[in-house]
């Protein structure tokens, strides 16, 4: 059990059916009233930050998130299948419970699995990945003095907005958080 007076950033917990993760907290002490805590929770299954408060003595469960690297494999329709490079056990993940991780990953590559009591709900890809671009416009020679950028189809299907200089059939590299283009290979 964890309290709401014991809150740090990066611990999980268990609230209202859910499990979330703490972003950022503030121990609030008013000049009259008693004392709160003023939170900022990402629900971990969906992706949601909520905002809540706590008196410091409400007690949470602490939430156990198991992190597992393993090999995405590949996907047909509805199910993903991954790997433990260890044991080569297999699992297959329901589309829904992966939501959008998946966008910026390439088959074979290493994603971390999380799961909780024995279920997955999640997965964490690597920060960058290098990926193909399979389409784009040519840019447009002086056209550069800006900074502008132009729509890349990349090898997962996603498209990107990168500089005018990157050309089809490039190799670049990705954030896999923001979606944004951070170089060149």
Known sequence: M???GDFKNGVTMEFENNIYTIIEFQHVKPGKGAAFVRSKLKNLKT???V???FR???KMAKAHIDRKDMQYLYNDGELYHFMDTKTYDQIAVNKVDIGSSLKFVKENEVVRVLSHEGKVF???PPLIV???VIETEPGVKGDTANGANKPATVETGVIIAVPLFV???SVIKVDT???DYVGRV
């Open 47 to 49: 992706g949601a930050v």
């Open 177 to 179: 958080r923001t979606g």
């Open 51 to 53: 905002e809540r408060t």
């Open 130 to 132: 290098e990926l193909e």
């Open 167 to 169: 050309e089809q059939n």
């Open 2 to 4: 964890i309290s709401a």
């Open 122 to 124: 999640g997965i964490e």
């Open 56 to 58: 410091p003595q409400e």
